[in-house]
């Protein structure tokens, strides 16, 4: 006993300088720009606290486990006796809730290792890397930690079940209340009618189950209610255990990476930056459309009117996408940001967009060539609208970009949002394949296409009427095949939580003999408030069963109320 109580503080060092050592720590590597003497110092001192209690508790633990591997029988019951130790669960959690704080809070997760070396630095960037703090979720020793959790929370259901399962569901629980159970129980003495009908109809108006056996001038009573609150933590714990599997099977089957799509694109390969590898997807994601939307044209859209100095930026950014399977259209959606788009067990979030640096739509006015110079105005045809990687068709003609620049003089002033765009329309007319540049200046646009000796039988003209850039879309692709698992995990917890701090089970034990009752009563749980409203229901039923009034001292009585429901060689109900 002695070792245990030592084993026991030596563990509390162990948690506490763990604790201490592990947010010195993470404040120096997250919070502190500069770190002097005084923080190493610091750290230093946390460490070596932490060095010691955890070399003085293995010795301690060693010694404990040696002599308590000399009391079992066998190793097997060693083992399962150490794996349901209350002890290992606490340390898990602490351990689990640490590495989960660092995964969610300080580090982001599955980026590719250029993103931490220049957040955090060459040296803590590449440690943070190799240490798979990067993706702590889906790393092996996090996984271990679950799985160790699930088992240690298994062995102790299964070591304190049994005796919770005798005392509430099996017929061991039916006991008289003879001499020997009297002893343990210290019952209450009464005096009511000699049927004892009033005190079963007191019992089953409080909810409870009687059962009544007679013996010769005796009749024994036993009452119980609320028996499946004790296995409330049990249905806690399983639901805990289906809340880990969810977990793992996403760790292990789960997947998650970035997506990039060009408008009028599709896109097949998802990223996993995390573990430097690409996916094939088992479908295509096709860019139909992407938007930028702006704060005034979020407020038309909810049918308001509002005023506001930022009517022109950017509130939000969304795509319309169609998902493909087989070369056959199967789904069709927008993605937004904080609206993810789902396609079975796959989610599509909207994570980031840019320019491509070319065109994405682009409007075309064609002129008849010769009556151009004469009539512009009898010589204009018509409109033809092009759409990056798609084929129009205009008369005689088949159209589409073939090269273009977001703007011909710098153009890194494109991506920049300063166009001045140029491009070279492919042109399929008579069998005949022309290239055609069109500029944003139609003087440019002229000279330029009279410079080609290719489009002198070439009938038209084309001008740039209007001009829209290509973007791309990123999207963040992610599959949890765990989450249904989880969502049942966390209505099992739920539930069980209810069963558990809501209902009570409650015991009533009783023999009458004569006209004289005697009663013992307990309760797992709220036990002064039951025993409180039970005595003053006592008192009521001896008052309406006395002839003179008077009425025994309840209070006197039940000095030593039961703590337990089980009885020492106690004799059972046959019920």
């Given amino acids: 006993m002695e070792q245990a109580q030592q084993t026991s503080k030596g563990y509390a060092l162990l948690v506490g300088s763990l604790i201490v050592f592990t947010a010195v720590l993470i404040v120096g590597l997250f919070h502190l720009e500069h770190r002097g003497v005084l923080y190493f110092a610091l750290l230093g001192g946390t460490l070596a606290l932490f060095s010691f209690s955890l070399l003085s508790y293995a010795l301690s633990v060693l010694s404990y486990l040696r002599q308590e591997y000399a009391k079992r029988k066998s190793f097997f019951s060693f083992l399962f006796d150490f794996l349901a130790d209350l002890r290992l669960a606490l340390f898990l959690m602490v351990v689990l809730g640490i590495l989960s704080m660092l995964g969610s809070t300080y580090v982001q997760q599955g980026q590719p290792i250029e993103f931490y070396l220049d957040r955090f630095g060459a040296d803590l960037g590449y440690w943070l890397w190799r240490l798979w703090i990067t993706d702590v979720f889906r790393s092996w020793y996090y996984i271990g930690f679950i799985v160790l959790l699930a088992i240690n929370l298994t062995a102790c259901s299964f070591k304190r079940l049994p005796r919770v399962w005798v005392q509430s569901f099996t017929k ?216 990056a990687g798609k084929v129009s068709e205009f008369r005689d003609m088949l159209l589409a970009i073939d090269r273009s620049t977001l703007n011909v003089e710098d153009e890194q002033k494109g991506f920049e949002g300063e166009l001045k765009p140029a491009l070279v329309v492919k042109v399929l007319r008579e069998g005949k394949a022309y290239d055609v540049p069109v500029v944003y200046s139609p003087e440019l646009t002229v000279f330029a296409q009279s410079q080609l000796a290719d489009l002198s039988d070439f009938p038209y003209s084309f001008f740039l009427v209007d001009f829209e850039p290509q973007f791309f879309s990123g999207f963040q692709v992610s599959r949890q095949p765990g989450t249904p698992i989880v969502w049942l995990g966390s209505a099992m917890v739920v539930g069980g939580m209810f069963l558990a701090f809501y209902t009570v089970h409650r015991k009533v034990w009783a023999k009458l003999e004569g006209a004289t009752l005697k009663v013992a009563f307990w309760s797992h749980k709220f036990k002064e408030e039951f025993k409180r409203d039970f005595l003053k229901s006592l008192e009521v039923l001896q008052h309406e069963s006395a002839s003179d009034g008077k009425q025994p001292d309840f209070a006197k009585q039940d000095k030593e109320l039961p703590e337990r429901s089980r009885g020492e060689g106690g004799q059972r109900l046959s019920g």
């Fill in 172 to 387: 061991e629980r039916f006991q008289k209340l003879d001499n020997r159970l009297e002893e343990h129980l210290k019952p209450i003495v009464l005096k009511v009618d000699s049927s004892g009908e009033k005190f079963v109809k007191l019992l089953r108006r409080q909810g409870f189950r009687v059962y009544k056996e007679e013996e010769g001038d005796r009749t024994y009573f036993y009452a119980e209610k609320g028996r499946y609150a004790r296995l409330g933590v049990y249905v806690v714990h399983v639901g805990l255990l289906v809340i880990m599997a969810g977990a793992l099977v996403d760790a292990l089957l789960g997947v998650r990476g970035s997506l990039v799509v060009q408008e009028g694109a599709k896109g097949d390969t998802l990223l996993i930056p995390a573990k430097e590898k690409a996916l094939k997807l088992p479908f295509q994601v096709e860019l139909k459309d992407f938007r930028i939307v702006s704060y005034q044209e979020e407020f038309e859209r909810r049918g308001k009117q509002k005023e506001t100095p930022f009517a022109q930026a950017i509130a939000s950014f969304e795509s319309d996408i169609r998902i493909i399977q087989k070369g056959k259209v199967v789904s069709e959606g927008t993605t937004a940001v904080n609206s993810p788009f789902d396609f079975g067990t796959y989610r599509i979030f909207q994570a980031t967009y840019g320019l491509t640096g070319q065109a994405g739509r682009v409007r075309l006015a064609v002129f008849d060539k010769k009556l151009a110079p004469k009539d512009p105005q009898s010589a204009f045809i018509g409109h033809v609208e092009l759409q």
